[in-house]
């Protein structure tokens, strides 16, 4: 690109962003469209959309984790101990 084309591109990026009125995008369009026949319900902000389950304490998982893992030792252990060499 030569520098005669950087400075027209820079004019013109220049000239768009200092518009008076923009064109709104094609989804905002679509949705104006929409909420015009079926506008949306009113909601309070950031609304769950139905009650969470309840989740198991972060003990819990640890413990049983932990309790996995011990099991597996004592099973090695007890694996290693039985076998004849």
């Not at 520098?3 to 768009?16: G, K, N, S, V």
């Not at 962003?17 to 369009?29: L, M």
Request: charged share 30%.
């Amino acid at each position: 690109m030569s520098e005669q084309d950087d400075a027209q591109r820079e004019f013109d990026l220049r000239w768009a962003d200092e518009a008076e009125h923009k064109e709104p995008s094609a989804r905002a369009r679509m949705l104006a469209a929409r909420w015009k026949e079926n506008p949306p319900r009113p909601q309070p902000f950031r609304a769950d959309p139905e009650p969470v389950a309840r989740r198991r304490s972060s003990w819990v998982s640890t413990a049983i984790v932990l309790g996995c893992v011990a099991a597996v030792i004592l099973l090695l252990g007890y694996t290693r101990f039985r076998a004849p060499y």
